[in-house]
C-alpha cells in the first residue's frame, strides 16, 4: 500500500483537485510531531477563494480517521496527516518481507522502453576515472528505472569511428610493433598515436597519409579494415575486462561505427527538407530558431563527423526501440553537441526528441589535477581499482586479520568505496577524490553502509531459525517508526531519482537507513530482548537488509556477507 497515495485520496474526495496534482503537493513534514504526511492548502485557496487556513482547518474537521491514517490536523495553512503507526509498521515490513529483492518494483510501465546510454569510450583511448564516474551514474540510473519497472536497455555508443582512426592506421603501419602492442594495447596506441601528433608538427605531410588512411577506411579498404578492427577487438578486450570488475553489462556496444552507414539517409532528408546551408564548403544546419550556434554536419571534404553520426543513431534507436525515454549519460561539456542533436531532430520534424535526454556528468579531479586525455598524464580507472582493492587490504589486514575471503570483501569493499564517492553528491557536482575519505568506515561512505548489512545480517546469522509471523506491534519506539519510515519510502526515492535523473537520491536514501538502523541497533536489544520483541526486531532487521541490499545494487555495490 502506498500510505501517500491513500492521503491524497483521502484529500482529493473532499476537494476540486486532480489526484495526481495532490499527489504531487505532498510534503513530508520536518518534524514528526508534525505528522507523517503534510498537505498545504495555499494552491486550494487560489481556486476556493478562501485563505488556506480556513481551508486546512474544515478538511481537518470533515476527516475520519481508520486503519490507515489516524488522524489529520491543521496548522497554518497545513493539513497534517498521522498515519496509524502500528498498522503501518505492521504492513511495511510484512510488505518488504513478502516481496524480498523485488519490494519497491512497480508495474505499468513493463511496455515503456527506456534507452540509458553510458560509459561510451573511444577505442585505443584509455578508459580514465572520468568515463568510469560515468559508467557508475549510466548504470544507477539504468538500474532505477528497471526498478520502476521500465523496459530498459544499457547501450554503449563506442567511439570507433572518425579521422583519428586514420592517423592512428598511420601510426600503427610506421611504428607499430605487433608484440608491445598486444601485451598493452591501449597504452601503446596511445604511445604511437602521441608520437603521431608530434611528428605531425615537423612534418606536415602525416596528416595528409592519416586523411588518407580514413578515406580508405570509409571506402571499406580491406587493408585499413583489418588494421582499424585490431584497434577495436583489442580496445574492447581491456573495457570488457574492466565492466567485468565493475559487474557491469550492456545490451548493445554498436559505437559510431555502427551508424557510419545509416548516415547517408539522414544526409538527403535534411537536403530534402533544404536544412543543409553551404558555409564555406562546409554544411551546416542553422539553428537560430532554437537560439543555438549553427551546426556543421558535413566537412568541406565531404567527411560527416561525430554529430552525423548522433543524428543518425537516434532515429536509428527510434526505429529499433520505439522508446519512450533516449537518455544519454555523457560529459556535462558535451551539452551544446545534444541540443544541436535534438533541435535538429525537431526540424526533420520528429517530435519524439522532446523524448530524447542528455544527462550531463561531471569530472573527476585528484588533488589537483584535471584529467584530459590530451597529454597522456591521464589516471586510468584501472589503476584507481587497483589501489582501492590493496589499500582495502591493508585495512582489513589490521581490523579484522583473520576474515575469511579476505581478498574478495577487499574487492567488494573497495570498488564499492570508488562507486559510493562517485554517487554521493549530484552528478553534476565534480567529484574529487580522496582516499581517505572514501575509505573511511564511518561516516558518509560506501564502507559504512556495507557495514551496517552486514552487521544486520551478523545478527541474522546468530539468531538462527526465525519467527515467520512475530507480532509487529511490540515495535512502539521512535527508533523503530523512522526506521519502518524509511523502508516505506522507497517507491518516493525511486520516483525523484528517476525523474532527477540522480542516483545520489538513493545514496542518500541507503546512507539514511545504514544511520537509522545503527541507532536502532545502539540503542535497542535486539538478540537479549524477551522473545516477542526479539522476534519483531529480528524482522525489522531482516527488512531493513534486505533493503539496503536492493539500494546498494542499484548503486551498483555489492554487500559483502562479512567485513
Ligand atoms: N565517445 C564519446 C567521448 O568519449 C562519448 C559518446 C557519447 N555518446 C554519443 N551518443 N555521442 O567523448
Redo the contacts with the bound molecule.
Sequence with gaps: MDFKLEVAKKISEQVDMELEKVLDLIEIPPQSNMGDYAFPCFQLAKIMRKPPHMIAKELAEKFVGDNILEKAEAAGGYLNFFINKAEYMKYTINDVLEKGMNYGKQAGNEDKTVLV?FS???IA?PFHVG?MFNTVIGSAIEKVFRHLGYNTQRLN???DYGTQFGKLISAYKRWGNEEVINKDPINELLKIYVRFHEEAEKDSSLEKEGRMYFRQLEDNDSEAVAIWQKFKDLSLREFKELYRVLNIEFDSYN??SFYSDKMPEIIEMLYAKELLVESEGARIVDLSEFNLPPCLVIKSDGATI?VT??LA?ALYRKRAYDFYKNI?V??GT?AL??KQ?FSIMKLLGYDWADDCVHVGTALVKFADKKLS?RKGDVIFAKDVIEEAEEKTLEVIESKNPNLANKELVAKQVGIGAIIYTFLKNSRVRDVVFSWEESLSFEGESGPYVQYSYVRGNSILNKAGDYNKDPDLSVLTSEDEFNLVKLLGSIDDVLREAAERFEPFVVTRYATDLAKAYNKFYNSHHILNAEEKVKDARLALTRAVCVVLKISLGILGMETPESM
Excluded: L, M, W
Design positions: 546510454e561510451s569510450p573511444n583511448k568515463h555508443h563506442i567511439g559505437g559510431e561525430y553520426r548522433d543513431a544519454y555523457v560529459g558535451q553537441h545534444f542533436v586525455t
